[in-house]
């Protein structure tokens, strides 16, 4: 299943994207999907919606450098175990929604396509092997990131929290083995990442345990399975996308902040 959030204008509301492309429509469900999904026999062409972020996270956890490849072009070994950040619940927005490049505070924002996992149940220390019973599914993420603040700050905090640095969606993918999925980040048209989640030097259920070790995860709360290699600048009036086999394509274009 399609999980989206959206807006009609009179309210926000979960439901399930169905139908072919140019015939798809949104099924309202009630309450939160979390649960056993319900549908209200509400119904609406997805060309008449407003698709949002497709949860509200408590937190995102992000994980640097796991694809060998973009370890390499940003200078970096590999480390021996996943390297965890954060970024902040306000960094979340939606497909189609705009990044806001802070131009009087970074001379360079970079795009990070990433596949991202979404939790489904409160979990603390999950095994490797009951992972797949947490995960509600996946979706795409941007980690936008001042790539200049991030290197002179050392630490990522600062250059990975900005407002609208963490663009999640268009949707939540429900029913899919994420295991060997191809991922491909353009600007303008131009592809500028292609990789697959083989390529994970830590995969997804070693990061899930990894990180639910450390934290209790909620559920809506996501994980930044990391980038491949590729990442790059972008620039105001840009438009960015990143596709996911099996998910779909988030998009946003970039303007200025200030």
């Given at each position: 299943?399609?999980i989206?959030?959206?807006?009609t ?45 497709p ?30 950040f ?13 990044i ?19 939790i ?13 019973d ?7 993420a ?22 609208t640095f ?11 083995d ?22 994970l030097?830590?995969d997804i ?54």
């Amino acid at each position: 299943m399609r999980i989206a959030r959206f807006s009609t204008g009179d309210g926000v509301s979960f439901g399930v994207v169905e139908g072919g492309p140019g015939e798809e429509f949104v099924s309202t469900v009630a309450g939160h999907p979390f649960n056993q999904v319900q549908f209200t026999g509400e119904r609406h062409p997805l060309s008449q919606v407003k698709l949002l972020a497709p949860m509200l996270p408590s937190k995102v956890v992000a994980i640097g450098r796991n694809y060998a490849e973009h370890a390499a072009e940003m200078g970096n070994e590999v480390p021996e175990e996943p390297l965890i950040f954060m970024k902040p619940s306000t960094s979340v927005i939606g497909h189609g929604e705009q990044i806001a490049y802070p131009v009087h505070l970074s001379d360079r924002v970079d795009y990070e396509g990433e596949l991202a996992v979404v939790i489904g149940r409160l979990c603390r220390e999950v095994p490797v092997e009951r992972v797949k019973d947490v995960i509600f599914g996946y979706t795409c993420a941007n980690d936008v990131t001042a790539r200049d603040l991030q290197k002179k700050d050392v630490q990522f905090t600062r250059a990975k929290s900005f407002d609208t640095f963490c663009p999640l969606g268009p949707w939540i993918q429900t029913d899919l083995d994420a295991s060997d999925l191809a991922l491909t980040t353009t600007v303008n048209g131009e592809v500028r990442q292609s990789g697959r989640t083989t390529q994970l030097i830590h995969d997804i259920p070693a990061l899930v345990a990894y990180v639910s070790a450390v934290m209790t995860l909620i559920p809506g709360d996501v994980i930044l399975t990391g980038t491949p290699a590729g990442v790059g600048p972008l620039q105001v009036g840009d438009e960015v996308s990143v596709g996911i086999e099996g998910i779909g394509t988030l998009t946003n274009k970039v303007v200025s902040r200030d």
